[in-house]
């Protein structure tokens, strides 16, 4: 007992260790969430933008009147009572309890309401027509003097031109939401709201679905890509033409299926319009409304069976069509680019 061994204190080691690693791990992790596609702070648009630096602002103001409040507390704490006086008392609930926060708030006032403006609108701006369905996106690019387009699930923007979205519903309440954009606007039926944007960098991201509308929401997202304005314009171009290559034996199926029941392949096979637009399917970047990868396997698979990827799913399944056609008609519209 008497005998001093050093090494009994070394079991604080593994312990401030672990400590370190219990704070750590999830700092570190919420700081990648800070990050990527689908974030605020990863913001490619004036709005985002704005909300990212009112954001800082404020953190940084709550953070110094938490450390002065907290000084006040520590310096009432330790000083003899007897070194109070009721006026000093008076002072401090006058400067810091009245006058400081009426300052500060005002400037705090003035200064989101600056940013809290939305861009101005003219008439050569984008219009983009979104619907939120159940559950993807049927999108119709309306492009001034130029035909309309409807494509699905994929946005596309052009940097630095004011793009108006038109933004409706035909079922239940969805929330268009493209975090590094700007915030999120509802889309309720029988009303359009309005939400005016402007990329500032070119890139990919992604938007979702951000309310809740039925089984399948967590899988109702899109891809969003904001493009130089000529690329834009070439794209743009592209989708309005009719589909190409119409001699596949794929077409055949999709046809004989009944796919075209609900699926337009404009060019192709004029089709209902209840499910998305097929047109220039392959050269989407992902497949059922951002939920699989662009690939012949998460194709066919989606077309087997669209529910084991997405419960409630407005699409039938297909799980008797033999491996031999549902390959073909994978092969037939990755290939419609
Ligand atoms: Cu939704």
Avoid at 304 to 328: L, Q, T, Y
Wanted: aromatic share 10%; proline share 6%.
């Amino acid at each position: 007992m008497t005998d001093h061994n050093p090494d009994q204190f070394s079991v604080f080691k593994p312990i401030s260790r672990s400590l370190l690693r219990l704070i750590f791990g999830p700092v570190l992790a919420l700081l990648y969430g800070c990050t990527g596609i689908q974030s605020t702070f990863s913001a490619f648009g004036v709005e985002a933008e704005s909300t990212r630096s009112l954001t800082w602002v404020m953190t940084a103001a709550a953070t110094v009147i938490t450390i002065g409040v907290l000084w006040l507390a520590w310096y009432a704490a330790r000083t003899p009572a007897s070194q109070l006086d009721y006026k000093g008392g008076m002072r401090v609930i006058f400067w810091f309890g009245a006058l400081g926060p009426t300052l500060l708030l005002s400037v705090l006032l003035v200064f989101s309401l600056s940013k809290m403006r939305t861009l101005p609108t003219g008439t050569d701006d984008l219009k983009i027509a979104v619907t939120g369905e159940q559950f993807w996106w049927r999108a119709r690019y309306l492009p001034v003097g130029g035909q309309s387009v409807e494509t699905a699930n994929e946005i596309r923007i052009p940097v630095g031109r004011t793009v108006a979205f038109a933004l409706t519903s035909p079922d239940v309440i969805h929330s268009f939401w493209i975090p590094g954009l700007a915030g999120k606007v509802d889309m309720i039926p029988g009303r359009t709201n309005d939400l005016v944007v402007r990329a500032t960098q070119a890139g990919v991201y992604r938007g979702v679905c951000a309310e809740f509308c039925g089984l399948s929401h967590a899988h109702m997202a899109f891809d969003v890509v904001a493009m130089e304005p000529a690329a834009f314009e070439q794209w743009l171009t592209n989708m309005a033409h009719p589909a190409t290559g119409g001699d596949s034996p794929g077409r055949k199926l999709f046809e004989s299926y009944g796919c075209s029941g609900c699926h337009t392949i404009r060019g192709h096979i004029e089709g209902a319009t209840i499910g998305p637009d097929l047109t220039h399917f392959g050269s989407r970047l992902s497949v059922g409304a951002g939920t699989l990868p662009m690939t012949l396997d998460a194709i066919s698979r989606f077309i087997r069976n669209p529910a084991s990827v997405k419960p409630g799913v407005m699409m039938p399944d297909f799980r008797e069509i033999s491996d031999k056609d549902v390959a073909v008609i994978s092969n037939y519209l990755v290939e419609l680019r």
